[in-house]
């Protein structure tokens, strides 16, 4: 057994020293002006980094429909946990990334707003917050090193812990006087080409360091040289736990609201200890925007602020400048990212005061998935596993939720006799005949509002938590039980008024239902047909028949030995499983022959596994001739012999082995599945 020394050894042996001296290196300004010639890039802007920082995770380019486009892996969430990844959003992340691009170039949106904009539950909190994580985890990578200043003590300057660190982490870089920059940025960038990162001193520096950097230079007698002597550089690390070049905003009551959260207060304490409220050394620069200086800031919810905040903003976006209370307007260097609702969104638009708000704004729209198969991966990331607090998820279960919510989100097509579910199949990248890639891109194109509409993803993530509590006795949970939660609770959903839209999500569960009543008897019908031995002596005698007829000969029967006519009825059960046509039936027949002869050339024996129509149609046939014989009827009414018994445990295991269902579940979509046949023979008999 493990003892306290031996987990001490553990962490002992896998501490990396070294990197914790390279995260806390602290020198002077000419060791930083060496270090910045070396490595240029410590010196980039907050939009720079954080667009460095994404890339440095990988692109790779994706082609879909013929068209390529670009995945960025940062908003895969590779360094966390993967509950912050992002899904199906290709269009929006591509339009985020391309404003930071321009933004870092110096094109003009640096001075914006970035609001991401959409429906509640849409990811853009997930897409904040992941760009906070990343700039945090970058900042602590050589990659993303930044660097600011501080001042040591005039009385003790050997005293490390009496240095006066700039409580905005300042670029040390802003030190140098307006007029000799142009000549420090040329000897810097000296010998560097186009394509190389250049130095560039843009600001000055903030309230508190420019009134230490007039108190030295003057007792320094305009001497800057030993000025800077005075001088210390170290390394941050953002760190938004920290509050240091990480900030978040969620606008308050207005009531409670004070600008001062944003830009500072005044210290009272020491007001007595220098003489004046606006001596900046009693000022606490503690605000969001002073904090997330040199990174980023988000603001929740940014159209609910109180106008009076809007001018912080305003300023902050446009001029890069915060007005803190009794101070000269401050630079600020910091990416600024808010997120708003449509109903909020839309009063922004309605309200004239507004319009300084909408000018400085890149709106940036971040809808819910309309992709099934992505919208499948947001629920998997919580229900990633089979069992889930000791229940089962029975098959398709999260597909079918995620399939109703995708459905509310679909405008109805405009195609004649194209469905919504037709249509949500091919955003998923299933075909149907007379739809190519530009059809579907058209269709997409001709949808005003999908994706800004519907159900947000934390209603059926609460749905499914309900359906794992709220059947104690049940040891598996299946789509039926999703399915009757996300009706019940549509009775009370708080964002849902309209009746009608309540009577159309309701109508499109019962067009799930009936997909999902397709599907397992397509994996039912398959488990019972899941006899190998009865398929390939199936398919034999089905090729059999084939080559006869096209070559006009017999069949040999290999229990009389007699020749007889190809078995016609044989081969018309089959063909008929997979709609081919009496009309077609003889090119049907030469076209598996032909593929047949052409395996045989190329020395290959060919196996009906390979032909995906041909082992669909004999399994139906199987299907077919077997059902009867299990009389899977039988369980409908729970009297079942021995024999029938034991055929059906067979199937019960087929489900279990091959469709990951457990014993509760696959009883549950047997008896299910077998009432529907009861129902069907019911109907036969009338």
């Avoid at 990844?85 to 094109?107: E, H, I, M, Q, T």
């Avoid at 295991?653 to 457990?662: A, P, S």
Wanted: aromatic share 8%; with cysteine.
């Amino acid at each position: 057994m493990d003892n306290g020394r031996s987990i001490i050894e553990l962490v002992a042996q896998r501490q990396d020293r070294d990197q914790f001296r390279r995260k806390n290196w602290v020198g002077t300004f000419e060791e930083y002006l060496n270090l910045v010639r070396e490595n240029p890039q410590v010196t980039r802007t907050a939009y720079q980094r954080l667009y460095d920082m994404i890339l440095s995770y990988g692109v790779e380019t994706i082609e879909t429909r013929r068209e390529k486009h670009l995945h960025y892996k940062f908003f895969d969430d590779p360094d966390g946990d993967g509950h912050d990844a992002v899904f199906g959003l290709r269009r929006p992340l591509k339009d985020l990334v391309n404003a930071l691009k321009s933004a870092a170039n110096g094109y003009g949106i640096e001075r914006r707003v970035l609001l991401l904009h959409g429906p509640v539950g849409s990811s853009k909190s997930t897409i904040a917050r992941l760009l906070k994580k990343g700039l945090e985890r970058y900042s602590a990578t050589d990659a993303g090193a930044l660097y600011t200043l501080g001042w040591v003590d005039e009385d003790e300057p050997d005293d490390p812990a009496k240095i006066q660190w700039c409580p905005m982490n300042e670029e040390p870089l802003h030190l140098i006087p307006t007029r000799f920059r142009a000549d420090v940025e040329a000897q810097l960038n000296a010998g560097r080409g186009e394509d190389d990162y250049h130095v560039r001193v843009d600001g000055f520096l903030d309230p508190y360091c420019r009134f230490i950097y007039q108190q030295r230079l003057k007792h320094y007698d305009g001497d800057w040289t030993r000025l800077v002597q005075d001088i210390r550089v170290k390394r941050v690390i953002l760190s938004e736990k920290d509050r240091v070049g990480i900030g978040t905003f969620q606008p308050k009551d207005e009531k409670n609201q004070d600008a001062t959260e944003l830009t500072g207060d005044i210290n009272y304490r020491k007001i007595a200890e220098y003489g004046s409220d606006s001596d900046p050394r009693a000022f606490n620069f503690d605000g969001e925007f002073n904090i997330a200086n040199r990174g980023i800031i988000e603001f929740v919810e940014v159209l609910k602020l109180d106008v009076a905040f809007l001018y912080d903003l305003l300023g902050a976006s446009q001029e890069h400048r915060i007005k803190p209370k009794k101070f000269a307007q401050t630079d600020i260097d910091e990416v600024i990212i808010g997120h708003t609702n449509e109903p909020e969104y839309r009063r922004l638009q309605s309200n004239e005061f507004m319009e300084a708000l909408r000018d400085r704004t890149v709106k940036i729209d971040v809808p819910y998935v309309t992709t099934l198969n992505n919208e499948i991966r947001i629920y998997e990331k919580d229900y990633n596993n089979q069992t889930v607090r000791g229940k089962h998820i029975a098959p398709h279960t999260i597909e079918m939720a995620a399939m109703w919510a995708v459905l509310t989100r679909l405008e109805e097509p405009k195609h004649a006799g194209l469905t919504r579910l037709q249509k949500m199949k091919l955003y998923n990248g299933k075909t149907l005949p007379g739809f190519t890639d530009e059809n579907i891109n058209e269709l997409r194109e001709q949808a005003t509002t999908e994706g800004m509409i519907g159900i947000s993803p934390r209603y059926v993530q609460d749905k499914l938590s309900n359906a794992l509590v709220a059947h104690p006795e049940s040891h598996s949970i299946n789509p039926f039980m999703v399915l009757n939660e996300l009706e019940t609770g549509l009775k009370h959903h708080s964002l849902i008024n309209n009746e009608e839209t309540k009577q159309e999500y309701r109508d499109l569960l019962g067009v799930v239902k009936e997909e999902y009543t397709n599907i397992v008897k397509n994996e039912v019908q398959r488990a019972i047909a899941a006899d190998e031995d009865a398929l390939t002596r199936l398919c034999a005698n089905y090729i059999d028949s084939v080559k006869a007829y096209t070559q006009r000969e017999k069949v040999k029967n290999k229990f009389t030995g007699e020749y007889e006519e190809p078995d016609e009825r044989l081969m018309r059960g089959i063909e008929e499983k997979i709609d081919i046509p009496d009309s077609r039936k003889d090119d049907f027949r030469r076209e598996i022959m032909n593929y047949i002869g052409a395996l045989s050339i190329d020395g290959k024996k060919f196996d009906f596994r390979s032909n995906e129509r041909l082992h669909k149609a004999l399994e139906l046939k199987l299907f077919e001739d077997q059902k009867d014989s299990i009389k899977l009827t039988s369980l409908v009414s729970n009297v079942v012999d021995t024999d029938t018994q034991q055929k059906i445990d067979i199937v019960k295991g087929r489900l279990i082995r091959d469709f990951g269902y457990d014993d509760e579940s696959a009883t549950d979509v047997l008896q299910y599945v077998a009432s529907i046949f009861a129902r069907g023979d019911a109907k036969k008999e009338d």
